[in-house]
């Protein structure tokens, strides 16, 4: 049965940001609210956490999947980074982004697509999210919290406890924070691919 942890959007409080903490820690899947829509969010080490992802979303090892961090140091930690893709980035961190970009020897195979080496990786503007992320003082491995079937992701606390209440362990609960997904940018090729429209606008990459 997952916890669920009535959170502070604006000003999460700090004893449950490090209840949260622990509990990914040792293993726990998260349900936590981002600056575009409530996500499913696991260790980066945990190969058995990642695996129920897989199994909750019905995706294969080719899905991308997206590791959040607290700013652009960390990006540039865990993917390749030129000075075109650095700038780029800079210009849109934090936001309802998803950057596809080529995975660094800091990041296991496992999370990365099998034959092009590649993850997701965002910067986050919300304060659940970010906190989350500086009390754990690491990334998050996350995807969507859209469910197979369904054509949005779910937005409400007491829904995806609904939905997911035995395959969850802790449900970060701010209330609702949309469901409109991120914009989705691939930097790997010599121009920024749009992959997928999402909250995030696309000016800024010339793709408007």
């Known amino acids: 049965m997952a916890r669920v942890v009535n959170i502070h959007p604006e000003s999460p409080q700090q004893r449950l940001l490090a209840q949260a903490a622990d509990f990914i820690r040792k293993g726990a899947i998260v349900a936590l609210p981002t600056d575009s829509c409530y996500a499913l969010g696991c260790h980066l080490g945990d190969k058995e956490a990642l695996d129920r992802i897989r199994l909750i979303r019905q995706m294969d090892e080719r899905h991308h999947l997206t590791l959040m961090v607290r ?48 993850i997701g990786l965002r910067v986050p503007d919300h304060p659940v999210a ?33 939905r997911l209440d035995d395959q969850l362990e802790l449900i970060l609960d701010c209330g609702p924070c949309g469901t409109e997904p991120t914009t989705i940018i691939d930097l790997t090729g010599a121009v920024p691919e749009l992959i997928r429209a999402g909250r995030g606008p696309l000016e800024l990459f010339g793709l408007g």
Do not use: C
Not at 96 to 104: A, C, M, R, V
Not at 133 to 154: A, H, I, K, S, V
């Open 130 to 162: 970010l906190a989350l992320l500086e009390e754990l003082n690491e990334p998050l491995l996350t995807t969507t919290l859209q469910l197979p079937g369904d054509e949005l992701p779910l937005t409400e606390g007491w829904e995806i406890q609904d």
């Open 71 to 118: 700013d652009l140091s960390e990006i540039a930690h865990f993917a390749r980074v030129d000075n075109a893709q650095y700038r780029l980035l800079k210009a849109a961190t934090p936001g309802s982004y998803t950057f596809i970009l080529e995975g660094s020897k800091e990041l296991p195979r496992r999370v990365m697509h099998p034959k092009r080496k590649t």
